[in-house]
């Protein structure tokens, strides 16, 4: 993801992530790990539809 993306995914100016980036680097690591996160649980999620649907044929 890009910071123009990120920028966009989290409503904030571009600029503002700069300036994030220089006086409040956790935070910024806080949302990347936040964005992993809820990528995980989304293929999470697709994997254990895919078991509902194998246990409903079994």
Known sequence: MTKKELAQRINV?????RN???TKPELLKLIYLGLATEAHLKDAEKYIEKIRTIDKML
């Open 20 to 22: 994030w980036e220089k």
């Open 13 to 17: 100016d571009p600029k503002t992530l």
